[in-house]
């Protein structure tokens, strides 16, 4: 079993700054994708950031050049930095990791909320 615990969450004002962390521990059989996705009140779950195995990376529109993921592979951990924080990405941000069998594992989610 795997298990993933974010952390990171906070309040922040509108143009302020966040790092959240995803830490995986467990019976892990090779990490294929590390995704975070989020979850605004009433919205789906939205996929904003990833990164491959392979270390490459995609964003999505909303927050490409704000947001960025990187890993340090022997912490087991992926953090997505976020830089000018807006209201809209207030939501519940929750890290999604698949293994090399595809796997699909969940966190438990941290709250970001962006406000004045």
Known sequence: ????????????QPGGSLR????ASGSIFGIAFVGW??????KQRELVA???SDGATNFAN???GRFTISRNNAKNTVYLQMNSLKPEDTA???CNLI??????YW?????????S
């Open 62 to 64: 909303a927050v490409e």
């Open 1 to 12: 079993q795997v298990q993933l615990v974010e952390s990171g969450g906070g309040l922040v």
């Open 37 to 42: 996705s989020r979850q605004a009140p009433g």
């Open 92 to 94: 519940d941000y929750y």
């Open 107 to 115: 966190g438990q989610g941290t709250t970001v909320t962006v406000s």
């Open 99 to 104: 293994d090399a069998y595809s796997r699909s």
């Open 20 to 23: 959240l962390s995803c830490a």
């Open 50 to 52: 990833g990164i491959t």
